[in-house]
């Protein structure tokens, strides 16, 4: 008896020639690693180069690789093969979960790479990879045939090193479908966790926005039988109580009520003149005198501290 | 532009009374300020009176942050109208608008072809147009926050308003975009935006309706919108069409596009000069070296006679442009055939032919498809020893016969024939007002080529005719563009004969050139069509503005026209005889 291991048997001398023992994953990677179906799928400038790796000169087919298909359905392999942008991410990552497991990622180019030269544009994702894994990153604007093939030759050396037991996609917890991003007034995901992070961030920057802005007088109309004064609030929500408006070197004060808050983003008009009137809670009125000189005047907001807040001025002077 | 000028002095007061509101000088071409509420009836008369048929460009500029502008003049609307019997320089048409709700009248109902042009300056510059059937966005998406061409709408990575940035140069440290932005991405939302409550704006696109098929006693059919794209092969990359169908004929269709939008125009506008020649390659990125040589001569045209290229470099551009339009042709017919159905073959033979070609260009530029190859005043190298010779050898023996053998596979071929004759019919007179150029346009009969109508470079010294092939439809379209094939190789036996020995470069050379405060549009026939480059300089070394007339977006403005009454399988072949890419399209 020879000294294999418990459960295996010898193999007799006569059927050794007409018998290959091997491992289910070298026949399992061998076999998928030579027949990568690739999606008809081009993007921009690089689909150029995919395209003439599949013509005479180059022979994508020497690889196994000649069956572009059309339809996610049927294809092993995508090749983001140009310029991501985010009107098309959204599709992209519909397709990519639209393929059958195992699916494998090739990002051609600088673009879908890392953005490439067009980084900077508004439109323009940084890197597929932000959005859907990506198996073997082929430089290049464009990459050559060459380069193409070699990133295949990659994929293929990759695919061979893979075990059935340990790949992502037969175990039982593994999902493998990505959130589709939704176009907002920007993209953004759909993650739970990435909607609360930029959600966090905006409100920061609100918060933040809001603490530089401050209350102010916008607008002061002084012609017709209704002057008005604007005072727009553009930081947080204001106790005006104490307040002062001055007319001219202070000659006329108005003193806001006890208790007015001014809320974000609101408008307070302060009106005088014959026919002031009071038509919403944001309209007070002054008196039913002119107060502003048509010929040039100052209005001062004045806070409970007595500090000016801020100051208009019109006309000649 | 003088405003002292007298009402009576002002051209077409007879004809349009208040019309012009002035003249400006202009670097090559004067300009008309026209008043707003008299654009329409001022184009209707330059229209039917003075012979201006085709509109060639509209785009819009945001002079914020201009000399001498403010914001009563912020956004100006340019026209380029030319007459496509005629030739010659464009009369341009400037109109004004404030700052706060600029509105233009729609020009839709003179030139059709300003449909796509005037979605694009909504979309981008926030210009409203009255009276255009469709406003919507074009390139970007419905919810899109701002109009990002305006000078005042910074990308999520802005950095400086030009480059070279500061982190660059002179003393780079390295940054990296996403670090300096908040979200760590190219994003950027309003403040506040809580992305769980965002309600996507209704995105559908709306299909002309047309009534009922209206016979009486007929069977009540139902229409059918399908989607094609923008992930479909017949779509030559991310396009998208949206059908409607009554049985298999089309009944409407609505191009989308903006799925390639990868902000060439923005990015332009930051760069120098000189930085947007490798840009250029990546519009049509089939025939790289036509965008090259349409910047570069736009350019020249600004900078002025100082910039002219030596002989050496004219020949050499040419060469390189009638190359590019062979291999755009055949490249063009190869994947027309893929769209007929004969997958891949024809492809295969005439991918074979290209690639020769894209040695040469690689031999010269280092280049296969990016070849960067052309400067103001002159081109970046000379050609290495032997380069002629082999040009010489594809160009008298290879290259005829191979378009010989095409022609004889595929012209008269049953198939081809019985698919392609009749099919997207477009008349000559739609083709021109739908603003079409290209094949397009002399598919349509008309003999319009800008090589022949205003020519550039030298080719007002080549021998060549215009090819043109009165059949309208999808066939006389690939019947162009082999035979144009036949001139191009004519042109370049010419060339390679006269080529003279000598300089490159003319000019000063250089990395940056500061051209004087102006604008400019300059135009090629490129293979597609009429590639046009409208720079303004602010005497800066960045180009104020830089837009690019793209010709195969524009083409695309006659796809509906064209698909409409044929079958579902036929607007895939139309598609495919405008011969889109896709770079182009949406920059
Ligand atoms: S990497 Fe270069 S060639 Fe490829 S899509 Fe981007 S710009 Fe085009």
């Known amino acids: ?317 | 532009m003088s405003d002292a000028q007298s009402a009576t002095s002002l051209p077409y007061q007879d004809a349009v009374p208040g019309a012009v509101l002035a003249v400006e000088k202009g670097l090559l071409d004067d300009s008309l300020i026209v008043a707003p509420d008299k654009l329409v009836p001022l184009a209707t008369y330059l229209r039917d009176h003075e012979g201006y048929d085709m509109l060639s460009n509209l785009t819009a500029v945001d002079y914020l942050k201009f000399k001498g502008r403010t914001k009563a003049d912020r956004f100006e609307v340019v026209y380029h109208l030319y007459s496509t019997r005629r030739g010659g320089r464009p009369k341009v048409l400037k109109v004004r608008l404030p700052e706060d709700n600029p509105v233009a009248p729609s020009l839709i109902s003179v030139y059709p072809g300003a449909n796509l042009q005037e979605r694009e300056a909504w979309d981008l510059y926030g210009i409203r147009f009255t009276g255009h059937p469709n406003l919507r966005r074009i390139l970007l998406w419905e919810g899109f926050n701002g109009h990002p061409m305006r000078k005042d709408w910074l990308e999520p990575y802005y950095e400086a308003d030009v480059k070279p940035f500061k982190s660059r140069h002179p003393d780079g440290y390295h940054a990296w975009a996403e670090d300096r932005n908040p979200w760590g991405d190219n994003v950027r939302y309003p403040d506040g935006f809580d992305p769980e409550t965002w309600q996507s704006p209704v995105q559908t696109v709306p299909l002309p309706r047309h009534g009922g098929n209206g016979v009486p006693g007929a069977i009540k059919t139902e229409r059918l919108v399908v989607n094609m794209g923008p992930q479909h092969p017949s779509t030559h990359g991310v396009f998208r069409m949206v059908v409607e169908l009554d049985g298999e004929t089309v009944t409407a269709l609505e191009p989308e596009m903006g799925y390639l939008h990868r902000n060439h125009e923005k990015i332009g506008e930051r760069n120098t000069y000189l930085m947007n020649m490798p840009y250029t390659d990546r519009l049509d990125y089939l025939s790289s070296m036509s965008n090259n040589l349409a910047y570069a001569i736009a350019v020249e045209k600004l900078l002025g006679d100082e910039y002219k290229p030596p002989e050496r470099a004219e020949y050499l551009r040419v060469i390189m442009a009638e190359l590019t339009r062979i291999v755009n042709h055949l490249f063009s017919v190869g994947t027309f055939l893929n769209d007929l159905g004969a997958f891949f073959t024809p492809l295969l033979y005439t991918v074979r032919e290209r690639e020769l070609i894209l040695d040469l260009f690689e031999a010269a530029s280092g280049s296969r498809m990016m070849c960067n190859y052309m400067r103001f005043g002159g081109v970046a190298r000379d050609v290495p020893d032997g380069w002629l010779d082999q040009c010489r050898q594809l160009v008298y023996e290879r290259l005829p016969a191979k378009i010989d053998e095409l022609d004889r596979y595929l012209t008269g071929n049953e198939i081809v024939q019985q698919r392609c004759v009749g099919v997207g019919y477009l008349s000559p007179e739609d083709a021109i007002a739908l603003s079409c150029t290209g094949p397009q346009l002399r598919g349509s009969g008309v003999p319009y080529d800008i090589r022949k109508a205003e020519p550039y470079s030298i080719y007002d010294r080549f021998d060549f005719s215009v090819v043109a092939f009165d059949g309208c439809d999808v066939y006389s379209r690939y019947l162009v563009r082999i035979e144009e094939m036949r001139e191009s190789i004519k042109i370049l036996k010419q060339a390679l004969k006269q080529i003279p020995e000598g300089p490159i470069q003319g000019g000063k050379g250089g990395y940056t050139v500061r051209p004087p405060v102006g604008d400019v549009y300059s135009r090629i026939e490129a293979p597609k069509g009429e590639l046009g480059f409208y720079l303004v300089s602010d005497g800066t070394g960045n180009p104020y503005r830089y837009r690019v007339r793209p010709p195969s977006f524009i083409n695309l403005t006659a796809l509906a026209p064209m698909c409409i009454g044929n079958k579902v399988a036929d607007s895939v072949i139309i598609l495919g005889a405008i011969d889109i890419v896709l770079g182009e399209v949406d920059r």
């Open chain 1, 1 to 317: 008896m020879s000294n294999l291991p418990p459960g295996m048997a010898e193999v007799p001398e006569e059927v050794k020639s007409n018998v290959i023992l091997s491992t289910v994953d070298f026949v399992y990677n061998l076999a998928r690693s030579y027949s990568l179906w690739p999606m008809t799928f081009g993007l921009a400038c690089c689909a150029i180069e995919f395209i003439v790796t599949g013509t005479a000169r180059y022979d994508m087919s020497r690889f196994g690789m000649e069956v572009a298909r059309p339809s996610p359905r049927q294809a092993d392999l995508m090749i983001v093969s140009g310029t991501v942008t985010k009107k098309m991410v959204v599709p992209i990552v519909r397709l990519y979960n639209q393929m059958a497991e195992p699916r494998y990622v090739i990002s051609m180019g600088a673009c879908a790479t890392g953005g490439g030269p067009f980084k900077e544009g508004y439109n323009v994702v940084s890197g597929i990879d932000k959005f859907i894994p990506v198996d073997v990153y082929v430089p290049g604007c464009p990459p050559t045939p060459e380069a193409l093939i070699h990133g295949f030759i990659t994929l293929h050396n990759k695919i061979k090193k893979q075990s059935v037991r340990t790949v992502p996609w037969y175990r039982k917890d593994y999902v493998g479908q990505i959130p589709i991003p939704v176009l907002g007034p920007d993209i953004f995901s759909t993650d739970p966790a990435k909607m609360r992070q930029i959600r966090d961030i905006n409100m920061q920057r609100l918060m933040a926005s809001r603490a530089a802005g401050k209350v102010s007088i916008a607008e002061l109309r002084h012609a017709g039988d209704d002057e008005v004064v604007v005072i727009r609030n553009t930081g947080l929500a204001q106790d005006m109580t104490g307040w002062q408006l001055h007319s001219g070197q202070g000659e006329r004060r108005f003193h806001f009520p006890a208790g007015f808050v001014l809320m974000p983003d609101a408008e307070v008009r302060i009106h005088s003149g014959p026919e002031a009137e009071a038509a919403t809670p944001n309209d007070l009125v002054w008196t039913t005198q002119r107060i502003w000189r048509h010929e040039g005047d100052t209005a001062t907001l004045i806070d409970a501290g007595g500090a000016v807040v801020s100051t208009f001025s019109y006309g000649g002077n």
